[in-house]
Structures are given as structure tokens and as C-alpha cells.
């Protein structure tokens, strides 16, 4: 019995309004990397669906950068610690660990050997720092700035150049090494959010939120210009990234634009325009061999098409809020797997390419606690925006009729055939048909947590926080309660018939699960422990002989029926994260979804 990685699909950026987003490009130019949460996402540039999650932060990561040698990666946290690990081990093994300083790291730089680094952000007594990667000794200061530095870079040819901009509205620029502060440079008058180098050492750029991108000499810090004359964007500049040869760079605005200037006139070669919304703003950009990256406040990665600037040649989506739901779907030969998350967006994937898309329209406002597909494909999701809605998978498009107002929450969704769907709300249990309600019960005397109807559709099931298992029979349009409640051993969290009907998997809040064989009455088949925290979903394989549980403890465990101590133990399947959903997509493959906000793929030997 064993079990591997098959595939991982990433969260995008975690975004924030106003705040710029770096981010790293391999010196190669094969891969991109960006934080979200807990993690750093390594990514494929010419297949964005090849990805690797680093998770060794125990606090938010916030910035992170290849060494020009690519063989190390630093990245910063909230808390102020620079890690050092290894880029070219699947295990990413730690190097050094630093404390430059005590708060929020906005920015990492090299020297061109690999052997110095720069670290700014938001510290207490200082705002940056310079030291050696191999001995965290320090190779000068960095003063001057009177509040938090937002960027920083060092010039990649001797001599060695350092510049900042900080939130006091001023570039510095320092020479060295050992780095001294040399001179202030006061062209904005707001914040300066981006400071890079030309790859030739020969220029330096500041771009800041007042619009401006001022041009600099890279070795005497003297001023050479502006671009676009007057103003560069009409909304601040939160990132600038020049071309490999030093002759043009990308900018990236809060006006949902990104422009390619040619350095030399000064002028814009070409604008990109990103959209209206205001999700459309534009935080950050890279340059990449040939590729011209920006990322929206969606969290939405751009890759932008010079020929055809309206259009971006391809735009990478995804989550970049927790994922609270999971289910999968075969359809026409490909199996499809949709994703729920925190903030109500709803992505589907290919399951063998990472293709993936979100629906058109508008859909839920909050939180997709739960999803289901139903025997004419439709994806039936509840959200914490008291709402019950159908959408049909082959359109990929929501219908505001398609949609049922609940009286309270609804916490599950359950479907089965003739178009029933069973809702469980708070203090609520709703038997929905044909995408209406047909049927309340509520003054329940528990709280229903979880529910599932029999394949069959003759029995639903709900599970409460008094610790029972209430059995309804479905009576065309009603519910009517069948006697005993089943015994679990805490309250009930999640609950799944398996496929075939034959048996009905309980989880609950003491981290037991009980299966019960439902031809026999309901006994009990078999108890399974195995989780040190809280079981939230539970899943049964295809072949009616396994079933998959997340838990709390961030473990899987894949279960046996016929024998509770066989088991794999999936430890780690995202780490620091706990698992929020799982799906089968063959008796061979188990989906998992988590709180980081990606999806990963998982073949399992029995």
C-alpha cells in the first residue's frame, strides 16, 4: 500500500489592495515564483500547471527570490525571517535562517555572485539590512529611509550599487560593499513602491504612487529622466521589470494598465489594457526571457501578448482564498474537478492538464461550504450567502433563475436521483426538488451539521451535534422521520454514502469514523481511528471498498471496509494547512484541496 504526489494545481498570489506584489523569476527563465499564505509557489513558465509549494514558513510568507546562481531561494516572512534553502533537492533542504529584523520583510535582492543579500521591509529600529548568505555578517547599512522600505536592489555589475525606496516618499542609493548611504533621491511625492537595476548596471529605475518612473545613472545615481514625460500612469506604479538587454522595461499600475516602454525615447512602445474592474488594478509584473508576466488584484496571472495588447495570450486562475469544497466529474471522456472557496469563487480543472477556468456571471458572495454534482450536471453548491445554487457544468455559466434563497445557512448539499437535493442549514433540514423547496423541517430539538441522501433517494440522512445519525424516509415530497437515531461517538462533522448505497460513513468531532451497512439496519460495520484532531470530510473511492478522511491534524488516512487496520496514512498532504476537501477521480486517485488554496493529485496503491 503506498501512495504519490501526481500532481500539484497552485493557489495564485495572495493580493491585497494597494500593496505591490513581487515577484521571482529563475535566472534560466524557466520558473516563476510568488507567495500565498504559508507557502512559495515555484512555477513552470511555459506550463503554469507544473508547479512545487514550499512550506517551511511557520508565519505568512511575503517575499521571495532566486540567487543568480538559481541554485538557493531566499524568502521573508511577516516576523522578519529570511530562509535560505535549496532550489535543485524535491525535499527544498534549509541552508540559513536569519533574523535581519523584527517585522514584515517587503523585498529581497542578490549580488550577482550569490553571496550577499539585501532584505527591507517594515522593522522596528531599522528598515533593512545587508549581509553574507553563508554567515548572516553584515556588509554595511542601511539608512536614510525615515519609514518602511518597500523595495530594494543591487546593481549586477561591479562596482556594486544598493537602492531603496521607501514609504517617506524618497529613493537612497548606497555604495559598496561594505554598503554606505551615499545620497537621497527626492523626485516623488508619494510613496515609492518598485526600485530596479537594468540587467546591464548601466540604469536604475524608481517607480512610485504618484505615478512617476524616474531613470537613473546606475553607477553615480545621477538623474537621466522620465518616462511618459509628464506622468507615466494615471494610477501609482506598484512594479517595474526590465527586458533581458536593458533597452525597454514593463510597468505595472493601479490604473489596469501595464506599459512596455522604450528606455531610450522614454516613450510607450505599447499598453496593455487589463480590464475596467477593480479587480483589473495591476501590483506587479515580470520580465522573463520571453515572457511579459502581470499579476491582478484577482491574484490572476497575465501573460501579456505584445501583438495583441487588448488580450492577454493566456491568463493563469485559480484560488487565492482558502478552498472550503471539492467534488469531481467525468463529462464527455475528461474528468473535470470544481473547487469552492472562501471568498465564493468557484474554479473547475482539468484533472489531466490543469487547465483550468472559473464560471461566467455572477455567482455566490461568500463562502462555498459545499458542492455536489447532480444526475443532470449540474454543480449544486451551498454558500454562506444563504443560497442553494444550480449551475450548469456543460455552460459553465450561472443563472440568476437557477438559484434558491434558504431562510438561514445552509452548511451541506446532497443529491441523489429524480432531482432531489437534501439542504442542511442551521436548526434546518430542506428537501429540495427540481431546484425548489418542497419540503422544511425545522424545531428539530438537535443541530443538523451534516446530511447525505441514499443513491436511491429513498433515505436521507442527517447528522447532529448531539452526537446521532437521524434517518428520514423520503415520501415524494416529505420527510418523515424513521424512529432510532444511530449512536456516533461525538458530533457529527461530514457524512457520505458509498457509491453503491451499501454503506454510510460518519465522521465526527472525536475524530472517530463509523461506518454503518445499511442493508442490515444501520449497524455498525467498523470503527476507525487513526486522526489526532477533528475529522471534517470524508470520501468514498468508486470502488465501494475505500474511503478517504481528512482531518484537523492536516493528516489523510485511506481506509479499508472489510478491514479497519489496513490503512495509508497520507501525512503532510498540505503541510501547515488542514485538508478542507477530498474526491475520488478513480479507485487509484485521490483529490485534496486545503486552506493553502491549492489542489493536489494523489495515486494510491492498495
Known amino acids: ?152 536592489d543591487l546593481k549586477q555589475t561591479r562596482p556594486y550599487r544598493l537602492i531603496t525606496g521607501s514609504d517617506d516618499n524618497t529613493a537612497t542609493f548606497f555604495e559598496g560593499p561594505p554598503f554606505k548611504f551615499k545620497f537621497t533621491l ?68 493601479g490604473d489596469k494598465t501595464v506599459k512596455l516602454w522604450d528606455v531610450g525615447a522614454g516613450t510607450a512602445v505599447t499598453t496593455f489594457n487589463m480590464g475596467a474592474d477593480v479587480m483589473d488594478q495591476q501590483l506587479g509584473c515580470l520580465w522573463q526571457k520571453d515572457h511579459l508576466l502581470s499579476i491582478s488584484l484577482s491574484g490572476y496571472i497575465n501573460y501579456l501578448d505584445k501583438n495583441n495588447p487588448d488580450r492577454p495570450l493566456r491568463t493563469v486562475k485559480g484560488h487565492s482564498k482558502s478552498i472550503q469544497s471539492l467534488t469531481v466529474h467525468k463529462n464527455e471522456g475528461r474528468t473535470y474537478i470544481y473547487s469552492g472557496s472562501h471568498d465564493g469563487h468557484i474554479n473547475y480543472w482539468d484533472a489531466e492538464t490543469g487547465e483550468n477556468d472559473d464560471f ?35 455552460k459553465k455559466e450561472y443563472s440568476a433563475s437557477d438559484l434558491v434563497k434558504m431562510d438561514v445557512q445552509p452548511k451541506c448539499v446532497s443529491a441523489a436521483s429524480g432531482g432531489l437535493t437534501l439542504a442542511v442549514c442551521i436548526e434546518q433540514v430542506v428537501l429540495l426538488k427540481d431546484k425548489k423547496k418542497v419540503f422544511t423541517l425545522d424545531k428539530l430539538g438537535y443541530e443538523p451539521e451534516a446530511g447525505a441522501i441514499h443513491p436511491g433517494g429513498s433515505t436521507a440522512a442527517v447528522g447532529g451535534a448531539d452526537g446521532k445519525v437521524h434517518l428520514y424516509s423520503i415520501q415524494g415530497n416529505t420527510l418523515k422521520e424513521e424512529g432510532e437515531a444511530l449512536e456516533v461517538s461525538g458530533p457529527v462533522t461530514d ?55 481528512g482531518g484537523m491534524d492536516m493528516m489523510v488516512y485511506i481506509w479499508t471496509v472489510s478491514d479497519s487496520d489496513r490503512r495509508i496514512k497520507l501525512p503532510d498532504t498540505h503541510r501547515l494547512h488542514h485538508v478542507s476537501g477530498l474526491a475520488w477521480i478513480d479507485e487509484h486517485t485521490l483529490v485534496t484541496a486545503s486552506h493553502d488554496a491549492s489542489v493536489k493529485q494523489w495515486t494510491v496503491k492498495f
Not at 508547479?51 to 538557493?72: L, N, R
Not at 454534482?373 to 449544486?380: H, S
Open 186 to 253: 527626492a523626485g516623488h511625492s508619494r510613496f515609492v513602491n518598485c526600485v530596479r537595476f537594468s540587467p546591464d548596471g548601466n540604469q536604475f529605475a524608481t517607480a512610485g504612487a504618484d505615478g512617476q518612473i524616474f531613470l537613473y545613472d546606475g553607477k553615480t545615481g545621477d538623474k537621466i529622466g522620465s518616462l511618459g514625460g509628464e506622468k507615466a500612469h494615471d494610477g501609482g506604479v506598484y512594479a517595474v521589470s526590465w527586458s533581458p538587454d536593458s533597452s525597454r522595461l514593463i510597468s505595472a499600475s
Open 360 to 394: 461566467l456571471g455572477k455567482g455566490h458572495s461568500n463562502q462555498v461550504s459545499k458542492m455536489v454534482v447532480d444526475e443532470a450536471d449540474q454543480l449544486v453548491t451551498c454558500s454562506m450567502d444563504d443560497t442553494v445554487r444550480y449551475t450548469n457544468i456543460n
Open 495 to 549: 457524512m457520505a454514502y458509498s457509491n453503491d448505497g451499501a454503506y454510510l460513513a460518519v465522521t465526527d468531532e472525536r475524530k472517530v469514523v463509523t461506518v454503518f451497512t445499511v442493508a442490515d439496519g444501520y449497524s455498525v460495520k467498523s470503527n476507525f481511528y487513526g486522526h489526532h484532531a477533528k475529522i471534517v470530510t470524508v470520501a468514498w473511492s468508486p470502488d465501494n471498498e475505500h474511503f478517504a478522511s
Open 1 to 152: 500500500m503506498s501512495y504519490e504526489l501526481k500532481h500539484v494545481f497552485a493557489s495564485l498570489p495572495q493580493m491585497e489592495r494597494g500593496v505591490a506584489k513581487v515577484l521571482g523569476g529563475d535566472p534560466k527563465g524557466n520558473n516563476f515564483l510568488y507567495t500565498n499564505g504559508k507557502s512559495v509557489i515555484i512555477r513552470n513558465i511555459d506550463n503554469p500547471a507544473i508547479a512545487d509549494i514550499y512550506t517551511e514558513h511557520p508565519h505568512q510568507v511575503t517575499v521571495a527570490k532566486y540567487a543568480p546562481s538559481g541554485f538557493y531561494i531566499a524568502s521573508g516572512d511577516i516576523s522578519g525571517k529570511i530562509r535560505i534553502w535549496d532550489t535543485t533537492q524535491k525535499e527544498h533542504l534549509l541552508k540559513y535562517e536569519y533574523q535581519p529584523f523584527g517585522g514584515k520583510i517587503k523585498d529581497i535582492a542578490w549580488t550577482e555572485d550569490s553571496k550577499r543579500i539585501a532584505v527591507v521591509g517594515e522593522g522596528r529600529e531599522k528598515f533593512g539590512a545587508v549581509f553574507l548568505w553563508d554567515t548572516g555578517s553584515s556588509v554595511g547599512e542601511i539608512t536614510g529611509p525615515s519609514k518602511v522600505i518597500n523595495s530594494v
